[in-house]
Structures are given as structure tokens and as C-alpha cells.
Nanobody
Framework: QVQLVESGGGLVQAGGSLRLSCAASRSIFSISTMGWYRQAPGKQRELVADITSGGSTRYADSNKGRFTISRDNAKNTVYLQMNSLKPEDTAVYYC?????????WGQGTQVTVSS
């Protein structure tokens, strides 16, 4: 099993930055893919970005150039650096891990961007 704990959410003005962290309960060295998803009120959960164990990254088109995902295997942590935030980025952000064919989710962290 993998437990994921997100942190770093909060309230920020448009144009500001936040860095989200996702701490895993086990070594992430062997976790094939970790990622960030978000869900806004009344909308489906959507991919923000993910990163493989080899370091390959994938981003939603709406985030490219503004968000950066990274992983620190030594700290068992995945980060999402979010810059140039927009009100439409407001959502609950969830960490996700795919491990041995099972998908794990964190509890989510709220990000609110004011205009």
C-alpha cells in the first residue's frame, strides 16, 4: 500500500505561485508514475501533470509553461510548482500514485486563486 499526504495549498492572488508537496509512505523509487490531478466544483477530476520513475513528464495543455512537476526519490516526495496562477486553477488538488497495478490517492489540498 501507499499513503499519500498533500500539503502546500492555500489562497493566492492571480499571478502568484504555490508549491504543492505530496509525501508518500514508502519509497517512491519503485512507483512507476506519480501525478497531480485537480477537481473544481461541478467538474470532473482532471490530470494536471504526472511524472514517471524515469523522469518523463506530461502536462495538461492548460498548465504547460506555468506548472512544473518534479520528484525527489530520497525524500519520497513529489512536487508541483505552480506559477502565474489563474482563478480557473481553483480546485482541490490530489496526488496520485500507480503502484503494482493499483492507483492510490491522497486526501487533497485546496488551492484558491482570487482575481
Amino acid at each position: 500500500q501507499v499513503q499519500l499526504v498533500e500539503s502546500g495549498g492555500g489562497l493566492v492572488q492571480a499571478g502568484g505561485s504555490l508549491r504543492l508537496s505530496c509525501a508518500a509512505s514508502r519509497s517512491i523509487f519503485s512507483i512507476s508514475t506519480m501525478g497531480w490531478y485537480r477537481q473544481a466544483p461541478g467538474k470532473q477530476r482532471e490530470l494536471v501533470a504526472d511524472i514517471t520513475s524515469g523522469g518523463s513528464t506530461r502536462y495538461a495543455d492548460s498548465n504547460k509553461g506555468r506548472f512544473t512537476i518534479s520528484r525527489d526519490n530520497a525524500k519520497n516526495t513529489v512536487y508541483l510548482q505552480m506559477n502565474s496562477l489563474k482563478p480557473e486553477d481553483t480546485a482541490v488538488y490530489y496526488c496520485n500514485a500507480s503502484y503494482t497495478g493499483v492507483t492510490y490517492w491522497g486526501q487533497g489540498t485546496q488551492v484558491t486563486v482570487s482575481s
